[in-house]
């Protein structure tokens, strides 16, 4: 049984336009009718519940992409498939908790910067002198990013 674009939506809790997205981006494919609507192979359902758990946990649309089309003949992913690419993204998870955990424990310091803990902000930046590690946010990265001295290092504080 195939399912139109807005059966599909209505299983997979997905608005139709999204599911027009993914099909653009090559996560999902359908066949046209004779009358150029869109049918959905009832499979589709599994690969977008594997899209929609993906970016919950945080993997980025572009590694999902290329792990769908590095499964054979566009088949839909199996626990076997899931198990591997979750290890796969298992450090790059840690990473981002690690992340997450440093801003976290960094925000009990910082109400917003209107700031009124200049003595220990982890983002002062004397001189500019992160202008020298790029464009771009760079003073709550993780540690092993930091290219520019603190000056001087501060407590918590995570210098880019």
Not at 36 to 51: C, E
Not at 104 to 131: E, H, Q, T, V, W
């Amino acid at each position: 049984m195939e399912l139109t674009v807005g059966q599909l939506a209505s299983r997979s809790g997905v608005a139709v336009s999204a599911l027009h997205f993914y099909e653009s981006r090559g996560l999902i494919s359908s066949r046209r009718t004779a009358g150029n609507q869109r049918r959905f192979s009832r499979d589709t359902l599994r690969r977008i519940a594997f899209i929609r758990v993906s970016q919950r946990v945080g993997i980025p649309l572009r590694a999902i992409q290329d792990a769908l089309s590095a499964l054979p003949d566009e088949r839909t992913p199996n626990r076997d498939d899931w198990a591997r690419l979750s290890a796969a993204w298992q450090s790059e998870l840690d990473d981002r908790i690690k992340q997450l955990q440093l801003l976290r424990d960094g925000l009990s310091d910082c109400i917003g910067c209107g700031c009124l803990s200049l003595d220990r902000c982890a983002l002062i930046n004397p001189d500019d002198k992160a202008a020298a590690g790029g464009p771009g946010s760079r003073l709550m990265l993780p540690p092993r990013e930091c290219s520019v001295d603190c000056d001087p290092p501060r407590t918590g504080a995570v210098c880019a």
